[in-house]
């Protein structure tokens, strides 16, 4: 019985954890991409993570004009995560240097893991738009987040016959990416 309530704390924490990763590093991708946030996700994004980057803010100025606030919130939450999940299930010693350079790197993995993922569903939502419905609202937003990492890509793929298929071959990318991350 103990075992299951292990796993219900941990897949509720794991859940909302990544949730509120995805938006922290989706404020950060935001704001590094200039996408603006005056539209549903924008708002939606500042209105569920402001009460923690805000605070640390006042502590953590921006870096190069790149807000380190939600990032490194968003490094945080995947180290508290760990943490837990460590201590919850196994024996480590968490005050051992090891394991605690041990959380520290995979906090940085899976940050990077997250954010891989996030990139993914907003290729997946760029394939969808530029084949289906290219005039739709999110699409700018979208796009502003996309293109970045696209365009290069572009130089190399031109479309077929209208269809963009570097979505399909970032998505492709980002995967091989994940196998060694």
């Given at each position: ?21 995805v938006?922290?590093?989706l ?21 569920l ?5 805000l605070?640390?803010?006042?502590v953590?100025p921006?870096?190069?004009g790149?807000?380190?606030?939600s ?11 760990l ?19 041990k ?25 969808m ?29 031109p ?23």
């Amino acid at each position: 019985m103990a075992t299951q309530i292990i796993q219900v704390v941990l897949l509720i924490a794991n859940t909302c954890g990544t949730f509120l990763t995805v938006l922290l590093l989706l404020r950060f991708f935001m704001q590094v991409f200039r996408a603006p946030f005056n539209n549903q996700i924008g708002s939606f994004v500042l209105n569920l993570t402001s009460w923690l980057v805000l605070p640390l803010r006042k502590v953590i100025p921006p870096f190069r004009g790149f807000d380190s606030a939600s990032l490194l919130a968003s490094y945080l939450l995947q180290v508290l995560f760990l943490a837990l999940a460590i201590s919850l299930g196994s024996a480590y010693d968490l005050s051992s240097t090891t394991t605690a350079i041990k959380i520290a790197s995979g906090g940085l993995f899976a940050l990077v893991r997250v954010s891989l993922y996030l990139f993914i569903i907003l290729l997946v939502a760029q394939a969808m738009f530029s084949w289906f419905n290219p005039h739709a609202p999110m699409n700018a937003l979208v796009s502003q987040l996309t293109n970045p990492l696209l365009k290069p890509l572009r130089r190399v793929i031109p479309p077929i016959s209208n269809v963009d298929l570097t979505p399909l071959v970032a998505i492709l990318l980002a995967q091989i990416v994940l196998i060694f991350v």
